[in-house]
């Protein structure tokens, strides 16, 4: 094989070898790129979790108020079959064991007054009956607000709120209440056969002698997060961003040409780069 043959496979294999990656890094590479697209095809799917979820509470809001769950279904009542559905359920206030839950809402800060409903057959349903600021955060400021005799309350059902708010847990001894647990609120206020769920009481739903003095209802927000397709989005273009890195790292080798240079042997760096009698041809990579 003459001496420039030689110089190229020589050329040739150190390339190819410079181009093989090694194996944990490709192994490494492969697993990244598809834990990025399983994380994408998760956002799509729970994209339209979300989107059926969305569509079912709209749904509920807006049907017919219906009695709510009966006292032998009550452990059955669960988030994904009952909340936000509109119901009705008729009794007398307990208004002398209310509690107030701070609140942030439309309105600006203040606190959710929740209210036992005590109903003929002797159960009790915590009625969210609504907004109040601050400066009226006492009972004595709202006296005709609420109302004594027989009422009828229609709301939407809500869960429980079991592990606090803003970031804070509910102080029972200290009165001091972030969230609507309804098993902390009875048994901080001595309530027996409570509904496992409160209702939010609607707007239209206060039959109280002074409505401006009474809570203000109807401000249930309803509202879920949906940025699944832009994570989808951005976990798809990282995969594809990754993928034309690994096509640059171990795949542009493959693409590259030997370019040869002829060096006369009198050049001015000849002597610096002479090893033999081939000395006036180089092979570089592009």
Do not use: C
Not at 20 to 30: A, K, Q
Not at 47 to 65: G, M, N, S, T, Y
Not at 224 to 246: C, S
């Amino acid at each position: 094989m003459s001496e420039l043959g030689t110089v190229t496979s020589k050329a040739g294999r150190a390339r190819r070898k410079a181009a093989r990656p090694s194996f944990w890094l490709t192994v490494l590479s492969l697993t990244a790129f598809a834990a990025l697209i399983a994380l994408g095809v998760w956002q799509i799917e729970r994209r339209a979790w979300k989107l059926a979820l969305i569509d079912r509470v709209e749904q509920r809001v807006h049907a017919p108020a219906q009695p709510i769950p009966s006292p032998a279904s009550w452990p059955a009542v669960s988030a994904a079959s009952d909340e936000y559905r509109h119901v009705t359920v008729a009794g007398r206030f307990l208004h002398d064991r209310e509690t107030l839950v701070q609140a942030v809402t439309e309105e600006g800060p203040g606190y959710w007054v929740l209210t036992p409903l005590k109903r003929d057959d002797g159960t009790q349903v915590l009625i969210n009956r609504g907004f109040v600021p601050p400066e009226r955060r006492e009972a004595s400021m709202r006296r005709n607000g609420n109302p004594d005799g027989e009422v009828e309350i229609t709301g939407l059902l809500r869960m429980t709120e079991p592990k606090g708010g803003f970031l804070r847990n509910n102080v029972p001894q200290h009165n001091r209440w972030y969230s609507r647990d309804v098993a902390a609120i009875a048994a901080a206020r001595g309530l027996h056969d409570v509904a496992p769920f409160f209702v939010d009481a609607d707007a239209g739903s206060q039959t109280a002698q002074g409505p401006i003095e009474g809570p203000i209802g109807g401000l249930t927000v309803i509202r879920f997060p949906n940025n699944h397709l832009i994570y989808a989005l951005t976990w798809f273009a990282l995969a594809f961003m990754l993928a034309g890195k690994l096509f640059v790292t171990f795949g542009g080798g493959l693409f590259r040409r030997g370019r040869f240079v002829h060096e006369p042997a009198g050049g001015s760096d000849a002597a610096a780069r002479r090893t033999g009698s081939d000395a006036g041809t180089i092979v570089e990579q592009t």
